[in-house]
């Protein structure tokens, strides 16, 4: 007699021998994001489904695999109607094994910034940039996810309650003038870190003061760091941070601002306003000059 087997003991089964021939792989370019047209990527597509089902969702938009974990990205639309451009999004952690499953981000305007190198002979990990809110005064944050072998799943760096690190914002205290500078960095090592300043302005009530961060992994430990620098360091990293190129998938940001051209130049570099003042009446000589006839 022919035995059968529920469709998902085969599911399992398929999944397992993925994830095994995975783990022989070099780990280097074994992340791989699934496609979903793809007959061998099914599996994956079918395993993620399942374990998403009890979450609140409207679609699936990414699915990225490494060793025994899928990094998901689902979207929400608050109405059939409403554009695409207002959906919300999170990003998941999904064990291909348990169906466990862990929230990780969420948030609007999700970026890829691609990969990072934190720590000599460890995996490179995925940047992302994203944002607390659409139409508002935003903050945009910054983060990176990697794969952690002690929990087979994927987690951020850098996390502060539900939120990561803050790059840019768009609010201010009142009468203050905010500048902001940040910027994805190599060190002559080869490792990346990120680099941000934020410089308050605040006229006549008191003299201005500079954030100065540098966000990067312990070399010995493997965890993340946030430091506030101070003196000498601060001033190295503010000249790095404004001298660095425009860069794409947003890795750079505020480096044409008038504080970088100031630390740079001596100088803004904005243009000179070439509409005559007010009180202009076409006179070659000032009021009063004793050339003025």
Not at 167 to 191: I, N
Not at 195 to 221: I, L, M
Not at 256 to 276: A, F, I
């Amino acid at each position: 007699m022919r035995g059968t087997f529920p469709r998902h003991w085969l599911l399992a089964g398929v999944l397992a021998v993925l994830v095994a021939s995975a783990r022989a792989q070099d780990q280097a370019g074994l992340f791989h994001w699934v496609d979903f047209h793809s007959e061998k990527d099914q599996p994956y597509v079918i395993w993620v489904n399942r374990a998403m089902e009890t979450e609140k969702w409207t679609a699936i938009r990414e699915i990225g695999v490494e060793y025994d974990a899928a990094l998901v990205v689902t979207a929400e639309r608050g109405a059939p109607d409403a554009s695409p451009a207002n959906d919300t999004f999170r990003v998941w952690s999904v064990n291909l094994t348990t169906h466990a499953k862990t929230p990780l981000l969420k948030g609007v305007n999700l970026r890829w910034m691609g990969w990072m190198q934190l720590r000599e002979g460890a995996p490179r990990e995925l940047a992302v940039l994203y944002d607390d809110c659409r139409e508002c005064a935003a903050t945009t944050y910054f983060t990176t996810l990697q794969y952690d072998v002690k929990q087979h799943a994927f987690v951020p760096r850098w996390l502060r309650g539900e939120q990561t690190v803050p790059l840019w914002t768009g609010t201010a205290p009142e009468g203050v003038k905010l500048s902001q500078v940040y910027a994805a960095l190599t060190e002559p090592s080869g490792m990346d870190l990120m680099g941000t300043w934020s410089h308050y302005d605040y006229g006549k009530q008191k003299d201005p003061e500079d954030y100065v961060y540098r966000y990067d992994v312990d070399p010995f430990s493997g965890l993340e760091r946030a430091l506030l620098l101070s003196g000498k360091d601060a001033d190295a990293m503010k000249q790095r941070l404004c001298a660095a190129a425009s860069g794409s998938e947003g890795r750079t940001r505020g480096q044409d601002s008038e504080l970088c051209q100031v630390l740079l130049h001596g100088r803004s570099e904005r243009k000179p306003t070439l509409t005559p003042p007010a009180n202009n009446r076409g006179q070659s000589v000032p009021p009063g000059s004793p050339h003025k006839k």
